[in-house]
T-cell receptor
């Protein structure tokens, strides 16, 4: 069964606008962590943001914020004020007793 | 501070050979994860080492194995290479502190099996 689902294969956003990338997950473990990564065309994986299952507040890191809705098992990434350099693949991941990645969303920022 | 390093950057092998990939975590990180990313696909979890012990492994055959050394560096071994093993192999090191976890990836090793 899929543990991490990213339903948007591709997304477009206008430069300077905000965009939300969806991620839902499935686990029965009460302790887990949620991650978002960016993978540019160069192939490197860049850590963006982390949310622990017991965290009461949504995680934020600069222009990135994680909209954590525990009851709905969703962990959407919000990028504010999109920049051209944000164009990349974005992966959502969850760690419970292992580490699983979603299929990714390709974000294209249009000038 | 040095990031996660992996060696070699590229590796070309033939079917049936064995490959050894190496990973050095960020100083202070005790966990190492290995992933396989086949062309155009997402990441598949391979192995997780923490404090020298294998904590879990993904759905891969036993010819994928590894170990973590006392200095927390890690090695991934792939025996009896098959063509479909051609992929980018990524290593990530992890550190947990007061409920916060960070995982940082190395640049990867591109393995090509001919």
């Amino acid at each position: 069964a899929q543990k991490i689902t990213q339903t948007q294969p591709g997304m477009f956003v206008q430069e300077k606008e905000a965009v939300t990338l969806d991620c839902t997950y499935d686990t029965s473990d009460p302790s887990y962590g949620l991650f978002w990564y960016k993978q540019p065309s160069s192939g490197e994986m860049i850590f963006l943001i982390y949310q622990g299952s017991y965290d009461q507040q949504n995680a934020t890191e600069g222009r990135y914020s994680l909209n954590f809705q525990k009851a709905r098992k969703s962990a959407n990434l919000v990028i504010s004020a999109s920049q051209l350099g944000d164009s990349a693949m974005y992966f959502c991941a969850m760690r419970d007793n292992d580490m699983r990645f979603g299929a990714g969303t390709r974000l294209t920022v249009k000038p | 501070e040095a990031g996660v390093t992996q060696s070699p950057t590229h590796l070309i092998k033939t079917r049936g050979q064995q490959a050894t990939l190496r990973c050095s975590p960020i100083s202070g990180h005790t966990s190492v994860y290995w992933y396989q990313q086949a062309l155009g696909l997402g990441l598949q979890f391979l192995l997780w080492y923490d404090e020298g012990e294998e904590r879990n492994r993904g759905n891969f055959p036993p010819r994928f194995s590894g170990r973590q050394f006392p200095n927390y560096s890690s090695e991934l071994n792939v025996n009896a290479l098959e063509l479909e093993d051609s992929a980018l192999y990524l290593c990530a090191s992890s550190f947990r502190d007061r409920g916060q976890e960070t995982q940082y990836f190395g640049p990867g090793t591109r393995l090509l099996v001919l």
